[in-house]
């Protein structure tokens, strides 16, 4: 189910998820998901590798396990700043290999001492990019209900937001 219809006329009860550590089965997290499962949430989203790592086969994974045995629907985080295009691209055709459909695209946290891959420094970048490549993903976007720490001002925080809708958000989160 795309998340653009789940916004519609109600309020949207989401969790979100960080998957197991690298070495630790995956399915470890099931009876907690399953746990989840009972509360009703809409969506659960699931991050993308924790401290800035771009390795999503936990992420893939988990929203499996989500999407589809427990029949909610999940949305992958999928952060740009230290990913190429072909990485996101591979991370795309992974989730929709599992029937996930819905991102959350964001710029991703700033790493002290890690070079971003240059490629993607804003959210809309990465929004314009998955929304031209694989058009049938239904794309979340962050907004803040504060200024956003690193905009100038808060008009400037409102001008990034448009930016992103712009591009192709179908919601923002």
Known sequence: M?????????TVFSLEVFPPKKDSPKEAILPTLQQLQAINPDFISV??????STHSSG???ITDLIQNQLNIPAVAHVPGLYQTKEQVLNLLDH???NNVKNILALRGD???GKEPAGVFNHANELISFVHEKRPDFSIASACYPDCHAEAASFVDDIAHLRQ???AGADHLI
């Open 2 to 10: 795309s998340l653009t219809a789940l916004f519609k006329d109600k």
């Open 47 to 52: 991050t993308l590798g924790a401290g800035g």
């Open 59 to 61: 992420t893939v994974q």
């Open 95 to 97: 989730l929709a290999e």
């Open 110 to 112: 700033r790493i002290p």
């Open 164 to 166: 992103k809708v712009d």
